[in-house]
């Protein structure tokens, strides 16, 4: 089974101490021994280089971005009818983040069921299954 991984996996296993940090870095271990088929969208690295460029650490995104790309080379692209999925989502489900409801219908267009993140609002869209690391 593959699974999709969000973003903030990847922001919690590169960033600073916190609880979350060392059960990202072993799902990522395990992506990269190839124990977890994984794939994400595009749309992650936009995430990654907005972060980053916010707290003007920019070489710092620029180097997660390189990373990201080895660990999982095959990111899925974000087209127009996963846009408007999105939107129909969001319309369903106003409390969920517009980036999420775009992973969120990359995901369904594609056939993904499971994710791994830590936002729960992932929860509420029906045919999903969230995972914490």
């Known amino acids: 089974m593959t699974v999709f991984i969000d973003v903030n996996v990847i922001m919690y296993a590169a960033g600073s101490s916190h609880p979350h940090q060392e059960p990202s870095q072993r799902l990522l271990e395990g992506v990269l021994q190839g124990r977890v088929e994984a794939i994400s969208d595009t749309e992650i ?10 707290l003007k650490k920019v070489e710092l995104g620029v180097q997660l971005v390189r990373q990201v790309v080895e660990v999982l080379p095959n990111l899925l692209p974000v087209e127009s009818r996963d846009g408007v999925l999105a939107a129909a989502l969001l319309s369903q489900h106003p409390a969920i983040e517009p980036r999420d409801a775009i992973h969120a219908a990359v995901m369904l267009n594609h056939g993904l069921t499971h994710l791994y993140s830590y936002d729960r609002h992932f929860d509420r869209i029906p045919g999903l299954k969230r995972l914490e690391p």
């Open 45 to 54: 690295l936009q995430e990654l280089l907005y972060r980053f460029w916010r």
